[in-house]
């Protein structure tokens, strides 16, 4: 039967057929060792499994970094654990017959939830318990939206694409002074276009938001035209700018410089920060005289060693811009308050900037 993973999981070597009759301690025991487990039996008696297989993780002793040891390598750690969970939890898999259909006892109807993430139906295919449950979630958060006080509305993120749940950077973007006479903006890398959503309502009259993901711009489009914002914000394919010069150009790119495992690890992940590098680079011949770039970016990765404030500060310069102003806010997600987090105090100290950067 066909493998599918959205995150390009590659197929278990070796599988066997279990159901309800095998205990958690012996399902972890096959998963670390690299046996997956085709489940045969009650759906939601996999689920329960599921949960106790990861407990049976979160208990485990973690290495931690010794005394002297560098941020960067607390990161690699927890990277490195991150993975080994994913790959563990991964090994409770399930069958899908034609049109999504889960043939297991009280399995629940996850037919538009896999059209959302899939597309349509191709035939039978085996995928994981896990990655499921992740498109389940991903359909009610599409179904039901993400509150987003800056607009007083909500966001709906597709499958894939960033939901907007740590909102300091959407709120910077709403408290930061527009320039004047700005008739036009881009947004560059817009995702669920809640950034292109937030300039409009702040009054600037046309905004051209790009993303290269399809995701991306089918959920900002459904978004925009849900919002009544439509005729005013453009979305469109590009790789960061589109063409053209604008009064102002946002753009929120990935924080940490290192390599995505999941398609929604990319609005986190950057490969030697690909996109932060092509928007500095770029800014200068995109604005307008007189005109600003908007950089909203986390410091986490100076906390964590992976950039300095000076190999970013020299970005700017070398590409030609100087910095009007800074705006910044304190992380307001959970695991910034989580002392048993691997990464705690880099996510303590951890501060989202909004960089007002111009020409020279």
Not at 8 to 16: H, L, Q
Not at 195 to 200: G, I, N, S, Y
Request: net charge positive; hydrophobic share 45%.
């Amino acid at each position: 039967m066909r493998w599918q993973s959205e995150g390009g999981t590659p197929p278990p070597k070796k599988i066997i057929v279990a159901d309800d009759r095998i205990t958690a301690d012996e399902a972890y025991r096959l998963a670390c060792e690299g046996t997956a487990l085709l489940w045969r039996g009650d759906f939601q008696n996999a689920r329960q499994l599921l949960q106790a297989m990861a407990r049976r993780i979160d208990r485990k002793p973690r290495k931690a970094p010794g005394p002297t040891s560098l941020p960067a390598e607390s990161f690699h750690l927890y990277r490195l654990a991150q993975s080994q969970r994913a790959r563990t939890l991964g090994m409770l898999l399930l069958p899908f017959e034609d049109e999504y259909r889960v043939p297991l006892r009280r399995a629940p109807d996850v037919r538009q939830a896999c059209i959302e993430a899939y597309g349509p139906a191709t035939g039978p295919f085996v995928a994981s318990l896990r990655e499921l449950l992740g498109l389940i979630g991903a359909h009610e958060w599409r179904k039901n939206g993400v509150p987003v006080p800056a607009l007083g509305r909500r966001i709906h993120p597709h499958y894939g694409v960033f939901a907007p749940i740590r909102g300091e950077y959407v709120d910077l973007v709403a408290a930061a002074p527009i320039p004047e006479n700005c008739a036009l903006a881009f947004d560059i890398g817009t995702g669920t276009g809640v950034l292109a959503a937030v300039l409009a309502q702040r009054g600037v009259a046309r905004i051209v938001a790009t993303d290269q993901d399809r995701r991306a711009l089918a959920c900002a489009s459904e978004n925009l035209t849900r919002l009544g914002l439509a005729a005013q914000v453009a979305v469109e394919s590009a790789d960061l700018f589109p063409a053209g010069r604008a009064s102002l150009v946002v753009c929120n790119p990935p924080w940490v410089p290192a390599r995505a495992n999941s398609s929604l690890e990319r609005a986190v992940y950057d490969p030697d920060g690909r996109m932060l590098t092509g928007f500095i680079r770029g800014l200068a011949a995109h604005l307008e005289p007189g005109g600003e770039g908007w950089l909203i970016l986390s410091d986490l990765a100076e906390h964590l060693g992976l950039r300095s404030r000076d190999e970013l500060l020299g970005a700017f310069a070398q590409a030609g811009l100087k910095v009007a102003g800074r705006i910044d806010a304190r992380p307001g997600h959970p695991r910034a308050a989580d002392t048993t987090d691997l990464l705690h105090a880099a996510r303590a100290a951890e501060r989202t900037s909004l960089w007002r950067l111009m020409p020279i």
